[in-house]
């Protein structure tokens, strides 16, 4: 819908007013979880946008041309303008990082302050992203809120995104390690594309292969979900960036781990009392299957009684379905589905004694501020409400709302729109 020509009477002066609406509280990285943080929700993914390759673990030095050429295809073929992160192709001799921390966060980071780049998919695990940890820009990522795609060592940066930026990322197939399964990249895109046009609309979590999800403990839980790599999971605790499993579903999957490692990975988290806080837990792909691996996490969480699922594919076996990380999710039996995208309370909007009033769920009030609007209008396409005096309307489902009062008699709604300026 486009504003152009249109004109509202009013006894006040034709002014237009604008006010950016973040009615959300911003997370500082340095404090770690910020309990009761809302959680907001990527906008959704369409064709024609601009998505980046990312290397924030491992890069791509290794790959053959051809192969890197491959997956760049495979995104384009798909309609995106792709761009390539400045860190791509770097080499470090150990293999581990070596020193590269500020160099792959400044590619990250260039990456999720453009508004642009609509999406990032993470090229590779292996190891090194949680040096990064420190060096990301948060508030860009809650203010521009990419899609954020990998797992493995990604679990690192899915984590403390989630507690200090309040996105959701996804948990799901990376471009290299997953090259080829088509099936999965298809739910992936699914998800990405449609699933998050809709954020209030539950969708099941399902094995792509059809195979039901085996239960432990059976019951009914709701929760966020949070978690991933099992050894990433460890790696963090005692820092700031630890995982929050306060009311939350735990979800961890891993890869040729020694058995004792993966039991004493469970009991870290027993004996430090994250087990008492979950909701449920949900174990994903633990490789290899036809070890002990299994049975060994399985006999380690034999005294937590919430709701515990087995059998999940979501990891590092062959076409993994995605989770998304920060959803709220809802198992029942061996069922488990989404229940909603982000956490967003609703906000109400009025307009009192000639002034715009927003409420949101803490009952704060916010006042808008004068601006003279300097752009044209006509060149802003705008989904829109039209609320008038002494109407209230409540905006909810993860949406980012902007308010254009172009006169003081009425408010136009503006959703999802990032082109005002003041």
């Given amino acids: 819908m486009r504003l152009k020509g249109a004109r509202i009477i009013s006894i006040f002066t034709v002014l237009c007013f604008v006010v950016t609406l973040n009615v959300f509280t911003a997370a500082n990285p340095a404090h770690g979880t910020q309990q009761g943080m809302n959680i907001v929700v990527p906008d959704p993914l369409k064709t024609g946008d601009k998505v980046a390759i990312a290397a924030p673990a491992r890069s791509a030095a290794n790959l053959t041309s051809e192969r890197f050429e491959a997956i760049v295809e495979f995104l384009t073929e798909k309609s995106f303008d792709v761009v390539i992160s400045d860190d791509m192709f770097i080499e470090t001799p150990l293999d581990v990082g070596d020193g590269t921390e500020e160099i792959r966060a400044a590619a990250f980071n260039k990456l999720v302050r453009d508004p642009e780049i609509k999406a990032i998919f993470c090229i590779r695990g292996g190891y090194a992203s949680m040096h990064l940890l420190p060096l990301l820009d948060y508030a860009a990522m809650r203010e521009n809120r990419p899609i954020i795609v990998g797992y493995s060592d990604i679990t690192a940066m899915q984590t403390a995104i989630l507690q200090n930026a309040g996105l959701i990322t996804f948990h799901g197939p990376m471009l290299s390690s997953n ?97 008492d806080q979950v909701a449920a837990i949900v174990v994903g792909d633990i490789l290899p299957k036809n070890g002990i691996h299994l049975q060994v996490i399985l006999e380690a969480l034999r005294t937590v009684n919430v709701p515990i699922l087995h059998g999940v594919r979501a990891g590092h076996d062959g076409n993994p379905f995605t989770i998304p990380i920060g959803a709220t999710v809802r198992i029942e039996g061996n069922k488990m589905s989404v229940i909603r995208l982000g956490t967003e309370e609703p906000i109400e909007v009025s307009i009192v004694d000639g002034k715009v009033e927003i409420r949101n769920n803490t009952d704060e009030f916010f006042s808008t501020k004068g601006y003279y609007l ?13 609320i008038r005096a002494g109407e209230t309307v409540t905006i909810g489902g993860g949406k980012r709302v902007r308010i254009d009062l172009t006169d003081v008699d009425e408010v136009w709604l503006v959703l999802e729109s990032k082109n005002l300026s003041s």
């Avoid at 594309?193 to 059976?218: A, C, H, Q, R, Y």
């Avoid at 300097?374 to 039209?386: F, G, H, I, N």
């Fill in 179 to 275: 090259y080829g399964q088509d099936e999965s990249f298809d739910l992936l895109f699914d998800m990405l594309m449609n699933k998050l046009e809709e954020p209030l609309t539950s969708f099941p979590l399902e094995n792509i292969d059809g195979t039901e999800f085996s239960v432990i403990n059976e019951g009914v839980a709701e929760g966020v979900i949070a978690g991933g790599n099992m050894t990433l999971i460890s790696a963090l605790m005692g820092t700031p960036y630890e995982i929050d499993l306060r009311e939350k579903i735990l979800f961890i999957e891993e890869l040729e781990e020694p058995p004792y490692r993966l039991h004493s990975y469970i009991w870290q988290l027993k004996l430090t009392g994250k087990l």
């Fill in 374 to 386: 300097t752009d044209d209008t006509s060149e802003w396409v705008l989904p829109v409400v039209l």
